[in-house]
């Protein structure tokens, strides 16, 4: 060997490593000629080749390192990456399978196996590269990181947010474990638990761009709108080349109705990562398509069929591709469009655990049975008399959205938006005592969100569940029911897509079992809760003859009318709600009778309504 050999070999991989691939190839290149036959000599330059995007020249040394030395690991290992980069993927999956044959105890290639897996879009089959190596090495932090990140983008996010906790019991300093953990208890709606991750990351780095868009999502879910503006500002601000932080932005803008700022912040979400399908849903979610937008379109439909974007992210690009179907008139691609993005959404959410439908039946069943009139008026001990809190309810999608928009345009309400209270403590409901409690914690929150106001409304749609207890616990609190046509209904259940999906969605029969659960559960509160605290309105009659019904339900929960009710649009308070950009627009009717323009290929929702 050549004395000079080593130090030119080791300068070449210390340039590669401090990322000077141009002194690479120099160093690399003074290798090969002081050594023409030594194999490693070969690997590092085409390894520096490849890291200078000179990726033919690349592919001839390490085949060349293999002709003089055909059983080279690491000239092996660099090929199969050149191969699956310029699209030769099964050809360099094959070289890599071969190689965990022949090593099926090395952890280091069954790590390599898997990445190439997963770049390839092969998610589920790198799981399993990723469970070896942590067969063979239980204490791997990067195996862990990366069954986790694989997991995910399988689809498999409650198996991702188990294998983020074990990276950050063996690695608690590894920032980007606890924001990916965060990300995956926001998702599920595990707000405290993301606010906790988002604390653990930015201890560890204050200035963190993704941590503090991590810390700002979590306390706008869970009502902290306020504090949350601060810390997605910084996210913005830290890393001005986020793209995920410049959706989150567009999207905070449009929940303020800001739609032209939004709009800018998203398009420069698409612009610094194309891939990212929340940033196309709510572009084309809170606004109508055009002819403009085709060149768009076509470049989304080929993002959406690329198997190597993780399927949450085609999922949107789907249901984005369906609203602008919608949009221009084409109804039967616009159905096609929200089939695949709920084929993905259910995949990616409620395919690991299918619904029980019996389970839901029979908890319904157990409400109805345990809340009779009889006992409600039993629990009264306890009642608080308080008539500030408005219920909002109905199955999702119905309009409670713009009921709330309207109501809290008055001077004397205020709109909270949807408060998960009762859902958060349904364990501790029993008697008076307890629901006593629970009644002064409710108000508590409610006032605190609106001290000066005489009423708050509440627009959770699935407080109908649980109306009993609230009844009870606040007998003079207004519930507004709020019904739609079941097809139009059944139909915005399923073309929206959500960031955390009721457990029904993205399933035709699910969804129509879950309405007619819904009807069942409200034909009963009909008859146990006193007309004079339940109202029910239409949503056709509402916007039919708005000034009419307002007049009514203000009456119903005890207020004067005012005029500011009839234009919700210029109400600025934040709305959280998939149509953000319909509740803030003057009154329409295209949402009514929605479901004839699908009728050829909806039969499931279609038959609601002879039902």
Not at 500 to 524: G, K
């Amino acid at each position: 060997m050549n004395a000079n050999l080593p130090g030119l070999l080791r300068s070449a991989q210390a340039a590669l490593a401090a990322g000077r691939p141009e002194d690479a190839v120099r160093l690399s290149q003074e290798a090969v000629a002081v050594a023409p036959d030594e194999p490693t000599a070969h690997v590092v330059r085409g390894i520096a080749l490849a890291a200078h995007g000179d990726v033919p020249v690349a592919e001839e040394a390490l085949r060349r390192a293999l002709e003089l030395a055909p059983d080279h690991l690491e000239a092996t290992i660099a090929l199969t990456r050149v191969l699956v980069s310029t699209g030769r993927v099964e050809s360099g999956l094959e070289m890599a399978s071969s190689l965990v044959e022949r090593h099926p105890d090395d952890p280091d290639l069954w790590m390599h196996f898997g990445l190439l897996l997963a770049e390839s879009g092969q998610f589920q089959e790198a799981v399993l590269c990723f469970e070896r190596v942590i067969a063979l090495d239980p204490s791997s932090v990067p195996g862990h990181q990366n069954l986790a990140a694989a997991l995910r983008d399988a689809g498999r996010e409650f198996d991702s947010a188990t294998a983020w906790e074990r990276v950050v019991e063996l690695a608690p300093r590894t920032l980007d474990a606890w924001i990916n953990l965060g990300r995956l208890k926001l998702a599920h709606g595990k707000f405290e638990d993301a606010i906790e991750a988002a604390d653990h990351a930015l201890a560890l780095q204050s200035f963190n761009s993704n941590a503090h868009l991590l810390k700002a999502l979590a306390l706008s879910e869970d009502g902290r709108g306020n504090d949350a503006e601060r810390h997605l500002v910084r996210a913005v601000r830290y890393d001005s080349e986020n793209a995920v932080a410049h959706a989150s932005l567009g999207f905070w803008f449009q929940e303020q109705g800001r739609f032209a700022e939004a709009r800018g912040a998203l398009l420069k979400s698409i612009e610094l990562n194309p891939r990212h399908g929340f940033a196309y849903y709510n572009l084309f979610r809170a606004k109508k398509a055009d002819d403009e937008d085709a060149p768009l379109l076509d470049r989304l439909r080929d993002l959406a069929a690329d198997p190597t974007i993780p399927l949450r992210d085609r999922g949107y690009m789907h249901y984005a591709l369906g609203k602008a179907a919608e949009d221009l008139g084409d109804f039967e691609r616009a159905i096609r469009g929200y089939d695949e993005g709920n084929r993905c959404a259910y995949e990616v959410w409620l395919s690991r655990k299918p619904w029980d439908r019996d389970a839901y039946a029979a908890g319904f069943e157990r409400t109805r049975r345990t809340f009779t009139a009889d006992h409600m008026r039993s629990l009264s001990r306890g009642a608080n008399e308080s008539v500030l809190p408005i219920l909002i309810v109905g199955m999702i999608r119905s309009g409670t959205s713009l009921l709330e928009q309207m109501l809290s345009s008055h001077p004397e309400i205020a709109g909270a938006g949807e408060l998960p209270f009762w859902h958060k403590n349904e364990g501790r409901i029993g008697d008076a005592d307890s629901l006593g409690e629970l009644a002064a914690e409710y108000l508590g929150e409610l006032e605190r969100f609106a001290p000066e106001a005489k009423r708050v409304t509440d627009k959770l749609p699935h407080n109908y569940a649980m109306l009993g207890a609230i009844h009870s616990a606040l007998p003079n609190a207004r519930i507004v029911h709020v019904r739609r046509n079941p097809a139009d209904n059944c139909l915005s259940v399923y073309t929206t897509a959500y960031q955390r999906p009721p457990v029904f969605a993205h399933d035709r029969e699910n969804i129509v079992f879950a309405y007619r659960e819904y009807l069942s559960q409200m034909d009963h509160w009909r008859q146990a809760i006193p007309a004079d605290r339940l109202l029910e309105v239409t949503y056709e009659e509402l916007v039919a003859d708005r000034e009419g019904w307002l007049r009514r339900i203000l009456d119903f929960c005890g207020l004067e009318w005012d005029d500011a009710c009839l234009r919700h649009e210029d109400n600025t308070r934040a709305v959280r709600t998939p149509s953000l950009w319909q509740v803030r627009q003057p009154i329409y009717t295209t949402s009514v009778e929605r479901w004839r323009r699908f009728e050829p290929w909806i039969p499931e929702f279609a038959a609601m309504n002879e039902a």
